[in-house]
């Protein structure tokens, strides 16, 4: 445990298993954290939101804001819309201040 709570848009799914909620803006400038969106974390990506390159900007640029492999985070739901659910994976709880 990382003496962080949670920030609302994660939830503990399960033993080593959290569900981050996100609403993405592809074809952004940079990629970004950019605060909250409809209790979602806003995330901007260069990428654009054609042939899953934004799916996998998403998921490479958690993985390394949260210290973690990239097999350790997946998208769990929204494969075609802004508003994703990814899934974290991690025998400890990820240092949530790096995303907050």
């Known amino acids: ?45 260069s990428a654009p939101a054609v042939d899953n390159r934004a799916n996998a900007a998403l998921v490479d640029f958690m993985a390394d804001r949260l210290g973690l492999k990239r097999s350790q985070v997946s998208l769990a739901s929204g494969l075609s819309s802004r508003s994703k659910t990814l899934r974290v994976l991690s025998e400890t709880e990820p240092d949530w201040s790096k995303v907050i």
């Open 1 to 45: 445990m990382t003496g962080v709570q949670p920030p609302v848009f994660i939830r503990q799914a399960g033993s080593g298993e959290w569900r981050i909620r996100v609403h993405v803006q592809p074809g952004a400038k940079r990629d970004e954290l950019a605060g909250l969106y409809q209790d979602r974390l806003k995330v901007r990506l």
